[in-house]
Every structure is written in structure tokens, then in C-alpha cells.
């Protein structure tokens, strides 16, 4: 049997246009251990029924008994869009524990990040776990700079490059972005975050291109067109 933990919509407030953050609270918050990047899947209303739905941790305070997820809302989404429009506080939630696809290569001689605005969440999240000192690339994309997603407070920003009317699948701006950096030296890890055929865009790019080990390109797929509930896993 699957393990769920109970909480509790503490706090609603609107990032940007196209993002929402949610803070859960519930006893047995305090006890999670999630790394930097990690993920959850949250039970969402689907009319009579529930669905499954995997979004990315953005802040945990076992001090406080709070987890914070960034969602991001599109207008045609199905129930875990009308979940995060229409959620409030005080609002019982189910949740699974965290789990984590990528995490922190601390030893690095440098750390590449690169998504879209849902892989921002976890990459940023990454980021802002790193030493001040650590160097860092990096680069993220979204519809127009209304969409951009600040970082943590006192964490250096990465640049942005928006898309415009053009798809996010398979991004091509993305892709340009990431090709058009310069990259410190040494051998640095790249974590990759966001829709499925952008990610494997760059991967090939860093491994058939620059000629990054396949090990040191980590990549945690968010999403692909016309699959709901990508990346939960089993019902």
C-alpha cells in the first residue's frame, strides 16, 4: 500500500501570472527529509474521483511544519490546475512522500542548470542550497519576462530567455541558450529540468557536442504533451 501523509493548506499566494505557491503543514512535516530538488506527488480533486499529480518542492521548514510547492497553472490544465486555482487555505490535502529523480553533485568543479518554468522550481531550489562560492551557469526559459521566477533572497540570479508564442516542447530556445554559454572549466555536472523533449535536446547537446560524460548530464523530465500525471508513477 502506497503511504500518504495528511495536510493542510496553511498559505495561497500568486508567484507570477502562471505560478502559484502552496504551503502544506501537517504533523508529519517536520520529519521529511527532502533533498534539494525533490518532488511529491499530491492527491488533487478529479470530480468524484482523485487524481495524482507530481509537483516540485520549492521550500521545507521542519521548524515550522511547512512545505512550500510552486504549481504551475495553464488555463486549458486539467484537475491539478483547477486544484491550484481554486485552492485555499485551510483546504486538507493528501500528499506522498518526496522523492528525488536529480540532486546536488556537491564535489562538481561547476554546476550547469537548465529548464524551463517548471523545471525552475527544483533547479532554483538547488541553486540556492549551494555554497555562495560555488560556480555556476546556467539559464531558464518562459513565455515573456512577466513569467520569469525569482530565485531565493540573497541567492545570485541565472539569466532568463522567453520563447514567445513559440512551443515549449522540444525548445529550441532553450536549446540556443544552453548552446551560446561559456561554461567554467573543469568537469561540471548539469542538472536538466522541465518538458521531456527539451531535456534530451540539451542532453545530446552537452554529450554529442561538448563532450560531457554521460553521467555528469542529469535530467528530471516534468512533463510531455497529452500525458497527465507524468512522472507519479503507478495509480
Not at 498559505?11 to 517536520?30: S, T, Y
Not at 493528501?94 to 522550481?121: N, W, Y
Request: aromatic fraction near 6%.
Amino acid at each position: 500500500m502506497r503511504q500518504v501523509l495528511l495536510t493542510r493548506v496553511r498559505a495561497v499566494a500568486d508567484v507570477n501570472a502562471h505560478m502559484r505557491e502552496i504551503e502544506l503543514a501537517g504533523p508529519d512535516v517536520p520529519r521529511l527529509r527532502p533533498r534539494p530538488g525533490a518532488h511529491l506527488v499530491v492527491h488533487v480533486p478529479d470530480g468524484d474521483a482523485v487524481a495524482r499529480r507530481v509537483y516540485s518542492i520549492w521550500r521545507h521548514d521542519p521548524r515550522d511544519a511547512s512545505l512550500t510547492l510552486r504549481v504551475a497553472v495553464h488555463p486549458a490544465g486539467g484537475p491539478g490546475c483547477a486544484w491550484a486555482r481554486a485552492v485555499a487555505a485551510g483546504d486538507r490535502i493528501t500528499v506522498e512522500p518526496p522523492r528525488s529523480k536529480i540532486t546536488l553533485a556537491e564535489q562538481a568543479a561547476f554546476h550547469l542548470f537548465a529548464g524551463d518554468e517548471t523545471g525552475a522550481v527544483p533547479l532554483l531550489a538547488m541553486r540556492a542550497a549551494l555554497p555562495r562560492a560555488a560556480p555556476v551557469a546556467g539559464v531558464f526559459a518562459s513565455i515573456g519576462g512577466d513569467d520569469e521566477m525569482p530565485g531565493f533572497d540573497g541567492v545570485p540570479t541565472l539569466p532568463w530567455v522567453h520563447r514567445g508564442a513559440t512551443s515549449a516542447v522540444g525548445s529550441r530556445t532553450l536549446l540556443r541558450a544552453v548552446q551560446e554559454l561559456e561554461l567554467p572549466q573543469g568537469a561540471g555536472v548539469a542538472y536538466l529540468a522541465g518538458e521531456s523533449d527539451t531535456c534530451r535536446l540539451i542532453q545530446r547537446h552537452l554529450i554529442e557536442q561538448r563532450g560531457w560524460p554521460r553521467r555528469s548530464v542529469l535530467t528530471q523530465p516534468q512533463w510531455t504533451p497529452d500525458r497527465p500525471g507524468f512522472g507519479a508513477g503507478p495509480a
